[in-house]
């Protein structure tokens, strides 16, 4: 994950996180392991705990 802060007149703030994932999974196609992906981000209790974080994103791979 990569966090960026920045320095807003209240102080610092988390402004946005890019989460990547690489995933090895035998036979899956690509759009069903973004799906997972994407639920496993919208369901994670870091994301949850994070809400008020402006931008995170989900830059998920699956190699074969």
């Known amino acids: 994950a990569s966090v960026s802060l920045r320095l807003l007149d209240v102080g ?6 890019e989460l990547t994932s690489v995933g090895v ?4 196609e690509d759009a069903k392991f973004q799906a ?3 639920e496993a981000k919208a369901g994670c ?17 699956l190699e074969s």
Request: proline share 10%.
């Open 12 to 17: 610092l703030a988390i402004t946005k996180i």
């Open 25 to 28: 999974v035998p036979c899956i």
């Open 36 to 38: 997972i992906a994407a």
């Open 45 to 61: 209790p870091v994301s949850k705990a994070l809400a008020s974080v402006p931008e995170i994103t989900l830059e998920a791979t």
